[in-house]
């Protein structure tokens, strides 16, 4: 018996936590801005001190603009996508599941997390898909 949708997407979040995926708000332009312009002041105003605090301060703005800007893929999977959009992951993954044997599904899906093959290639579907279906930067920590 093949697994169920929502048997997939408890696969896609155990595998998204384990992985430590995240989603980062395309905000690094911003970051890289702000702490850029910093370090350019600070050069003009104070010379190689000015660097290194316009620098420091810059970076400060940035991350604090930046805070809140990453998600875990757990949560955007779990709270964010819309059922279709939970529907269509599941299909995804199902077909990049395809070239293993129903067989080895069925003894693996329970442990998949122990399996390197399968678990790499759902783990490239969720991150395919995110990129992709729903344009966001997936990245790992």
Do not use: H, W
């Amino acid at each position: 018996m093949p697994p169920s949708q929502d048997q997939i997407i408890d696969i896609c979040t155990v595998l998204s936590e384990q992985e430590q995926l995240n989603v980062t708000v395309k905000e690094a332009g911003k970051g890289f801005l702000i702490a850029g312009t910093g370090a350019a002041v600070g050069t003009l105003l104070g010379g190689p001190a000015g660097l290194f605090i316009g620098g420091t301060i810059g970076s400060a703005v940035a991350a604090y603009n930046c805070r809140d800007k990453c998600k875990s893929v757990v949560d955007i999977i779990r709270y964010d996508m819309t059922p279709d959009q939970q529907r269509r992951l599941a299909e995804n993954v199902k077909v990049a599941l395809q070239s293993f044997t129903a067989e080895d599904l069925l003894i693996v899906l329970p442990m998949v997390i122990n399996s390197d093959p399968i678990k790499a290639a759902v783990v490239k579907e969720i991150v395919r898909f995110l990129t992709s279906e729903m344009g966001m930067a997936v990245s790992y920590t």
